[in-house]
């Protein structure tokens, strides 16, 4: 194997509220929406905040989604999310939401009523996949995959555990469909660990750090930086200089143009305006 070398680490950016429910870092900062991170466009993390109780649960109200995937990861907490293909659920701590927009969805994400009236902890994080132009067309989807459907992959020398939510690592395949190759590996690292896991040739590999810090390639990486890898090579190797969560993404390059306006990701700024349209019109439904 040989290993990816490391092409830049992105600083921390600051954070900000999506509605009153969630207080996230938009972790690829100015590479967002860029074929640098690509299949990947866009991750959010919001680190543990306390809510106090509340009748009324924070979020965002009704929004409309086009031309790709929303991945919610939940670390602390509940997300209750509801859309316009009529899907509804409750996802808690190690669930992950996988909707699929494509031709256009309309949803909203709340804390569930019953934790929100509690009140506590809550930590998630959000990423965004592209979908090739051939699937940008596709029906609205929506996966509701649970902590215990995701299969649990011990890492060499007790050096900590890989939930494999999709892709597939030492023979253990996550549940998640997807519409490209890709990895997305949730790690739990412990201090000490120094673990090599392997990858694919010519695929892009993005390691954000959620906490703890990591040292890759020669280089120390803190909480709420990425480390961003170049496509050639086919291994990584992690060491864990605090007990770390990381979350792996890597995947074949979707090698299409980008046009990103909002909540809407298509290929051309005519694709843009007819998404607006087709939301403008009703055909993405209503909530
Ligand atoms: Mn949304």
Known sequence: MSAKSLAR???????????????????????????????????????????????KPPGVGPHPHAGFETVTIVYDGEVEHRDSA?????????????????????????????????????????????????????????????DADIPRVELANGGGVARVIAGALDGAKGP????????????????????????????????????????????????????LFEPAGDSVTIEALEPSRVLLLSGRPIDEPIAAYGPFVMNTRADIQKAMDDYNRGAMGFL
């Open 176 to 227: 998640a469909r997807t519409f490209t190759p890709m990895n997305v590996w949730d790690l739990d690292l412990k201090a000490g660990a120094s673990i090599t896991l392997p990858l694919s040739e010519g695929e892009n590999l993005i390691l954000p750090i959620f906490h703890g810090a990591v040292r890759v390639a020669g280089k120390t990486i803190g909480a709420g930086k990425v480390a």
């Open 9 to 55: 680490i992105i600083d921390t950016p600051s954070p900000h509220w999506v509605g009153d429910g969630f207080l996230v870092r938009p972790l690829f900062a100015d590479l967002a929406f860029t074929n640098a991170v690509s299949p990947f466009l866009m991750l959010d993390y919001a680190a543990p905040v306390a809510f106090k109780p509340s009748e």
């Open 86 to 146: 009529g899907n509804t659920g409750v996802i808690g701590k190690g669930d992950v939401q996988w909707m699929t927009a494509a031709r256009g969805v309309v949803h909203e994400e709340f804390h569930s009523r019953e934790a929100a009236k509690r009140g506590g902890v809550v930590s998630m994080a959000q990423l965004w996949v592209n979908l090739p132009k051939a699937d940008k067309s596709a029906p609205p989807a929506y996966q509701d995959i649970r």
